[in-house]
């Protein structure tokens, strides 16, 4: 149900946005999230945004992505800017809080 697309290899300095349409169900009740999980390592909260559109970043990602959604389309985006071979990794989206089903995620590849 929540399907997240748009990753790619990209060179290090380079630029994506993720998307993730949500069910009307989901999106419209809570805040939403973009969690990612690298090899070997456990799943982890990168970016938030409230029902409001107040929004938080994990220290690794601040500065560098955004965090934004369109809620007549049920959608949140990730635009992530100056990416580095550390932000590999399958990304996800899904309630602030994780507690949704988990879809497949979009894998991001940061390699020269």
């Known amino acids: 149900q929540l399907q997240a697309s748009g990753g790619g290899l990209v060179q290090p300095g380079g630029s994506l946005r993720l998307s993730c349409a949500a069910p009307?169900?989901?999106?419209?009740?809570?805040?939403m999230g973009w969690y990612r999980q690298a090899p070997g390592k456990q799943r982890e909260l990168v970016a938030s945004i409230s029902r409001g559109g107040n929004t938080n970043y994990a220290d690794s990602v601040k500065g560098r992505f955004t965090i934004s959604r369109d809620n007549a389309k049920n959608t949140v985006y990730l635009q992530m800017n100056s990416l580095k071979s550390e932000d590999t990794a399958v990304y996800y989206c899904?309630?602030?809080?994780?507690?949704?089903?988990w879809g497949q995620g979009t894998l991001v590849t940061v390699s020269s």
């Open positions: 009307g169900s989901i999106f419209n009740n809570n805040g």
């Open positions: 899904n309630t602030r809080w994780g507690n949704a089903s």
